[in-house]
């Protein structure tokens, strides 16, 4: 006699656990550590927004309401994707073309 699966899988990611260091991730039968130090989007997000995680694909997973799209490798090995932030020159700091202005300009 064989047996079938009944109805259909939900999700194939979750979030399992949120603790004062990272939040737990249950992707695929397997568990990944997210810490705040190397993913800070999920710090201040609220425990729903943490909890809405999507998986776009086997190897991409999304957090629409924070805004977040991760590939499974940057949660892997998140070493390999550091982040780097290198702000616009902020409002009012730009001429008519765009351009930064210099000092002293």
Do not use: C, N
Not at 5 to 31: C, M, N, Q, Y
């Amino acid at each position: 006699m064989k047996y079938g699966s009944i109805g259909t899988d939900t999700s194939a990611s979750e979030v399992t656990d949120i603790s004062p260091f990272g939040i737990w991730l249950l992707h695929r039968g397997k568990e990944y550590f997210l810490s705040y130090e190397e993913f800070p989007w999920f710090r201040d997000a609220s425990v729903s927004q943490v909890f809405s995680v999507v998986e776009e694909s086997e190897e991409h997973l999304r957090w629409p309401e924070l805004d977040v799209d991760l590939s499974l490798d940057s949660i892997r090995d998140p070493g390999t994707y550091p982040l780097v932030y290198e702000p616009r020159a902020t409002y009012g700091d730009q001429d008519a073309s765009g351009s930064p202005d210099k000092p002293g300009s």
